[in-house]
């Protein structure tokens, strides 16, 4: 990934199933991803949030010293619902704790919280708080309004894939994306566009790789993702862990077309 163009890596997010893996299992997925990315001058960014503002902030504490490491991704606290005054209150006592800044993840499918731009923008006034994955169901108000007032030195990264080239151009930094575990050359071409205002050839890309990212997505993720990669031989199993069960050999193989077409 980082050969083919990425700027670096989330170790620890949802696609790579952090929350079925043990102790042991994680410290070895940073330590493997935090070597690639010393050794290529590239970021790191851990997943490292939880439902519990104590439990976030001991597993930020534990990151200091990872090699590569720029940012601690935290996600909106899930399932208890809090309010949006308790989410940002969580989110400052993170930043407080926090041997690197945090990068928020906004996504309210899975967590049932969504955070406003707001709520967003008033977190963003800590030091510690540096940017966030929005992975708002589209470009919506809430995420032009984020967009429209963010300072320069917040980050707002695409997080829902096929609203990322929008995103960028109305003023995003980038992205975290889970499609551009396939076609990265071309997701990578694709947000270079929106940073540089080619809008056509952009656009080109997007609606090349609009296929793929629905592909993807047809069952819970990651199974299509693994069943992909395994098939590329890019991973030595394309098994998920319960409760996710493994994407159907029809749903692998439509976006193996949809991968080769847009290769």
Same mark, same amino acid.
């Given at each position: 990934?980082?050969?083919?163009?990425?700027?670096?890596?989330?170790?620890? !997010?949802?696609?790579?199933? &952090? %929350? /079925?893996? +043990?102790?042991?299992?994680?410290? *070895?997925?940073?330590?493997?991803? =935090?070597?690639?990315?010393?050794?290529?001058?590239?970021?790191?960014?851990? !997943?490292?949030?939880?439902? &519990? %503002? /104590?439990? +976030?902030?001991?597993?930020?504490? *534990?990151?200091?010293?990872?090699? =590569?490491?720029?940012?601690?991704?935290?996600?909106?606290?899930?399932?208890?619902?809090?309010?949006?005054?308790?989410?940002?209150?969580?989110?400052?006592?993170?930043?407080?704790?926090?041997?690197?800044?945090?990068?928020?993840?906004?996504?309210?499918?899975?967590?049932?919280?969504?955070?406003?731009?707001?709520?967003?923008?008033?977190?963003?006034?800590?030091?510690?708080?540096?940017?966030?994955?929005?992975?708002?169901?589209?470009?919506?108000?809430?995420?032009?309004?984020?967009?429209?007032?963010?300072?320069?030195?917040?980050?707002?990264?695409?997080?829902?894939?096929?609203?990322?080239?929008?995103?960028?151009?109305?003023?995003?930094?980038?992205?975290?994306?889970?499609?551009?575990?396939?076609?990265?050359?071309?997701?990578?071409?694709?947000?270079?566009?929106?940073?540089?205002?080619?809008?056509?050839?952009?656009?080109?890309?997007?609606?090349?790789?609009?296929?793929?990212?629905?592909?993807?997505?047809?069952?819970?993720?990651?199974?299509?993702?693994?069943?992909?990669?395994?098939?590329?031989?890019?991973?030595?199993?394309?098994?998920?862990?319960?409760?996710?069960?493994?994407?159907?050999?029809?749903?692998?193989?439509?976006?193996?077309?949809?991968?080769?077409?847009?290769?």
């Amino acid at each position: 990934y980082l050969d083919a163009g990425a700027t670096g890596i989330v170790a620890l !997010g949802t696609t790579g199933e &952090s %929350t /079925a893996l +043990t102790a042991d299992e994680k410290r *070895a997925v940073i330590s493997a991803c =935090a070597e690639a990315c010393a050794a290529r001058d590239a970021q790191l960014i851990v !997943g490292a949030g939880t439902n &519990s %503002t /104590a439990s +976030t902030i001991a597993a930020v504490e *534990a990151l200091a010293g990872t090699p =590569a490491l720029v940012a601690a991704l935290v996600v909106v606290p899930y399932y208890v619902r809090p309010s949006e005054a308790g989410i940002v209150a969580h989110f400052r006592a993170v930043a407080d704790a926090s041997p690197v800044p945090l990068v928020l993840y906004n996504i309210a499918v899975r967590t049932g919280r969504h955070l406003s731009a707001a709520g967003v923008l008033e977190a963003a006034t800590h030091p510690n708080i540096v940017g966030i994955k929005q992975a708002a169901t589209g470009l919506d108000l809430d995420t032009l309004e984020l967009l429209a007032g963010a300072g320069p030195n917040f980050a707002v990264l695409g997080g829902e894939d096929p609203f990322l080239l929008p995103l960028v151009l109305m003023g995003g930094t980038g992205a975290i994306c889970a499609s551009s575990h396939v076609c990265t050359e071309r997701f990578v071409s694709m947000i270079e566009c929106g940073l540089a205002h080619k809008v056509e050839e952009g656009r080109a890309h997007a609606e090349a790789l609009l296929p793929v990212v629905k592909a993807l997505f047809v069952e819970p993720n990651p199974a299509v993702f693994k069943g992909v990669l395994h098939a590329q031989g890019r991973i030595p199993t394309p098994h998920v862990r319960l409760p996710l069960l493994d994407a159907g050999d029809a749903a692998v193989e439509a976006a193996l077309a949809a991968v080769n077409a847009a290769s």
